[in-house]
């Protein structure tokens, strides 16, 4: 039988470090503050070391863990408790963390690191270096076995670098007018300025100026029983309009300089951006790392016959130290339309996002999405009869018109599809996202019903992966058909192996 | 209470946990329920109470607004306790989980209901969770993490502390019965 181990006993006078330096400068600020008296201080370290101590130690006795066949297991908690098992062969990474109190000790940290989750799945602190040895002869002891059968699919030949998509200037300036990211100038700017001017200077011109100056007059413009003046309404626009007009430029240097010389290659089974010219940055893509694929297009974008096109990886096994868990990366910041189709044929030949017949949701969905959108346009003519009276009451028939319109092409452009070995989604009024997951990077399925949904009985899909952004969540669906949905994908997310 | 739901023969051995069928939570998940909501309720009848007290002597209001004011608190005070304890039951009556060989599955919820689907092949690691309170009556939560990013935590709560045991070890991988 495996037998428990402890973790070494210096830990608890590290717990008790580590507990104390997160009080340790609040406690500094009360003894100061009630001066320098020797009792006191004594006192005060007293009342706070005690239940530290207390809980280190507590910490350190429940602390347990011991190897079984096929998984790590670690017991903790003394009130709480939680019986924790991690498979050998799901842990990817052990990291060793010494300090120069560690070094000087002869104990490491070790954390403990798997796919799930942004933390480490366990921390151990702390260890003797033999510990550790042997934790690392035990999980990746059995991982070598198990790895000789797979065989490494590392062995590509090193194909010459294919290239997919390159941005000229043109493409750039394009995608600093879609994306508008000038306010991110805007902010950064007024960052910089804040932290380099005097900050007397900084008050007068934003305090006084600016916030008092700006709330004042806004007060008057809405408050004023005259109403605002028609020359003071339209230096207003025009002052917005300039403003806009001068976040596009910044957009638009901006993109020159961040995405310059954009360049995505294909290598072999690797995907490679890069981009920039004062920050020159190489991302290296890995096609099986690829969690799902997002296609953007906003009301710009379709305005210049353009999309943007994203993936989410996750995910990093072996050589790498440093574990992203979720990551968001350009694979095309910018191109065109027709082109999306070829670029996705790359990372999915099975599948031809052209062809795709997408399904439509429930055909009472509509009244649905509508009296979603009616009850947020309820706020808003709240609003304005507030503030500017029952002459609001005309907006009332424009917002009820906009939101049917909205509605409309919500539910029209609704849509999902199994096809290939992945499942697609899109959905969008006038900006629209269309997202494709293979599979086999299902992690979780979820069908969900609100009381709305039962009433009319429809229900949701929801699909979990290890990447982030924009997913695959399709609402609306008519009852069966969610069923139905819900039991393929839950079957072949069953039936496929996930591998990072 | 507890020795009967333990004679029942219905308590599944953890050989026979993955064979497909929908299963309740532990009865006795209702009752532990219940007891955390009346430590609620007291908890929150401790700090009306408190609050009562200030507002007399600090504010001195008149007979009826003292009445007024601890009658609506002790209404808000009747309708918590009731919710607290009406609660477990509706919450007990629409969940339950199903294991097989492909995974975990778990319906839970009242007015928003969802079925959460776990593969088995997409379990990371695996927790089984035991408060005091679950511990005195031999219940636990199970708790499952996989690389999922909204769903990277799924918890089971209400279950029998042998039938979480059981299920954890049939979900993790590397046992000999592991097709993948």
């Known amino acids: 039988m495996p037998s428990d181990r402890r973790l070494h006993p210096l830990s608890i006078l590290f717990n008790i470090g580590r507990q104390f330096g997160a009080i340790a400068l609040p406690l500094v600020l009360i003894v100061v503050g009630r001066g320098t008296d020797e009792d006191r201080w004594n006192v005060y370290a007293l009342v706070f070391l005690v239940p530290y101590t207390a809980i280190a130690v507590g910490r ?302 429930h055909p009472r969905a509509f009244r649905r999405a509508l009296v979603r959108r009616l009850i947020g346009g309820v706020w808003i003519v709240l609003l304005a009869l507030v503030l500017f009276g029952v002459k609001a009451a005309w907006g009332i028939p424009v917002i009820a018109l906009w939101a049917a319109v909205r509605a409309h092409l919500y539910v029209q452009h609704l849509g999902w599809a199994i096809t290939g070995d992945v499942v697609a989604f899109r959905e969008g009024v006038f900006g629209r996202r269309t997202t494709v997951a293979p599979l086999v990077r299902i992690q979780v399925v979820e069908l969900a019903e609100s009381p709305f949904d039962r009433r009319t009985s429809m229900a949701r899909v929801r699909v979990d992966t290890a990447g982030g952004g924009h997913g695959v969540d399709v609402p609306y669906l008519p009852r069966h058909e969610a069923d139905a949905l819900y039991a393929t994908l839950a079957a072949s997310a069953s039936r496929t192996a996930f591998e990072w | 209470m507890e020795l009967a739901s333990t004679a029942e023969p219905e308590a599944p051995p953890s050989a026979h946990i993955a064979d497909g069928v929908s299963r309740p939570l532990d009865p006795r998940y209702v009752a532990l329920e219940r007891l955390i909501g009346w430590i609620a309720t007291a908890v929150l009848a401790a700090a009306a109470l408190g609050g009562l007290g200030v507002f007399l002597v600090v504010a001195r209001p008149g007979w009826s607004a003292a009445i007024l004011v601890s009658g609506l608190m002790a209404a808000g005070l009747v309708l918590f306790g009731w919710w607290q304890q009406a609660w477990p039951a509706l919450e007990y009556r629409y969940a339950s989980y199903r294991v097989d060989g492909n995974g975990l599955e778990i319906r839970r919820g009242v007015y928003f209901r969802a079925v959460t689907n776990v593969p088995r092949s997409r379990v990371q690691h695996t927790d089984v969770a035991q408060g005091p309170l679950q511990r005195r009556s031999g219940l636990a939560t199970l708790i499952v993490h996989t690389a999922g990013n909204e769903s990277a935590v799924v918890e089971l709560p209400g279950l029998t502390h042998d039938v979480a045991l059981a299920i954890r070890d049939h979900l993790l991988p590397g046992r000999s019965d592991d097709a993948v």
């Open chain 1, 60 to 361: 350190y006795l429940s602390f347990r863990y011991r190897y079984e066949e096929n998984d790590l297991v670690i017991r903790r908690g003394f009130f709480f408790r939680n019986q924790r098992h991690i498979p050998y062969s799901r842990i990817q990474n052990i990291d060793a963390v010494q300090n120069v109190v560690h070094r000087l000790a002869g104990v490491v940290d070790v954390r403990i690191q798997t796919g799930g989750g942004n933390e480490p799945e366990a921390t151990l602190s702390v260890l003797t270096l033999a510990d550790l040895d042997e934790m690392r002869r035990r999980v990746f002891g059995t991982r070598a076995a198990t790895a000789a059968d797979t065989g490494t699919p590392e062995a590509a030949p090193a194909d010459t670098a294919e290239e997919l998509l390159h941005l000229n200037a043109r493409e750039l300036v394009v995608y600093g007018l879609v994306e508008n990211r000038g306010l991110i100038v805007v902010g950064a700017a007024l960052g910089l300025a804040w932290e380099l001017a005097p900050s007397k200077l900084v008050e007068q011109y934003m305090g006084d100026q600016a916030s008092r100056g700006l709330v004042h007059s806004l007060a008057r413009l809405v408050g004023a029983e005259a109403g605002p003046s028609w020359s003071a309404l339209g230096m207003g626009v025009l002052a917005l309009l300039v403003f806009l007009l001068m976040t596009r430029v910044f957009s638009v240097i901006w993109a020159l300089i961040r995405l310059h010389g954009f360049r995505l290659t294909q290598q072999g089974d690797d995907l490679r951006a890069e981009y920039g010219l004062l920050t020159r940055v190489a991302a290296t893509i890995p096609r099986r790392r690829i969690q799902t694929i997002t296609i953007r297009e906003s009301v710009w974008h379709r305005v210049c016959g353009r999309a943007a096109v994203r993936v989410a990886t996750a995910g990093g096994k072996g050589e790498e130290r440093e574990r992203v868990v979720e990551q968001r990366e350009w694979l095309a910041p910018i191109l065109r339309r027709e082109r999306v189709p070829e670029l996705l044929d790359r990372l999915l030949p099975r599948v031809d996002l052209r062809a795709i017949e997408w399904k439509p949701v």
